[in-house]
């Protein structure tokens, strides 16, 4: 007999496992992620050591790309302003550029993307594989994104908005009350008339805690 949704009880240390094993899955970037998860959970279960190291990734990754900011903005631009984008032409502009393949199926595992993908999203999970907080992926992010051929990055704070709600949410440590305080205070005392938000605006006000 099914269980109602109303009769359901989520163990409480489900989200920092999960939580836990996506962090691990990103750093490490198996060659076969099913295959790595297997061994995951199994080593959790068994309490044995994690296999937070892939040999075979590590030997061969020389002959990929190294994900940069720079290479994150080339994609942005191949994108020509779309906000969508399906899954067969994101990889296929992704392997155009030499970037490891394992790298945009832990993308895709964490944002839980499918065939039609908010490119906003998988560029938002791109830039954490390089900046790691909440802050500093914000910060890539809006140098990617920004248009300004001189003088500080900057983007239009309803794309700061959306990027920073989607990332604290992956993230699952940031409360919604902070999410929405932090973004009221940007939105009432810091952006101005022109609706854009600088780099500056959020990583160097000591009255802004993202994380």
Not at 36 to 44: D, E, H, K, T
Not at 133 to 150: F, P
Not at 187 to 200: A, F, H, R, T, W
Request: glycine share 4%; hydrophobic share 40%; proline share 6%.
């Amino acid at each position: 007999m099914p269980i109602a949704e109303d009769q359901m009880t989520i163990p409480s240390e489900l989200p920092e496992i999960l939580k836990q094993f996506t962090r691990d899955a990103i750093n490490t970037q198996p060659s076969d992620l099913l295959e790595w998860s297997y061994m995951y959970f199994s080593a959790l279960k068994n309490g044995t050591k994690l296999p937070t190291e892939d040999c075979q990734k590590r030997s061969s990754i020389s002959k990929w790309a190294t994900l940069s900011p720079e290479i994150l903005k080339e994609l942005h631009k191949k994108l020509g302003g779309r906000l969508k984008i399906t899954s067969n032409e994101l990889i296929e502009l992704w392997n155009d550029l030499g970037l490891p393949p394992d790298l945009y199926s832990s993308i895709m595992l964490v944002g839980c993307l499918s065939k039609q993908i908010e490119w906003l999203k998988f560029l938002a999970l791109a830039c954490s594989a390089l900046g790691v907080t909440i802050a500093r992926t914000l910060k890539i992010a809006c140098e990617v994104l920004s248009e300004e051929d001189s003088g500080p990055p900057s983007i239009q704070f309803s794309t700061f908005q959306f990027l920073y709600s989607f990332l604290a949410e992956v993230d699952g440590e940031v409360l919604e009350t902070q999410v929405h305080q932090m973004l009221s205070y940007l939105e009432q005392q810091v952006v101005g008339p022109d609706g854009l938000i600088k780099v500056s605006d959020f990583i160097d006000n000591p009255n802004v805690r993202l994380e």
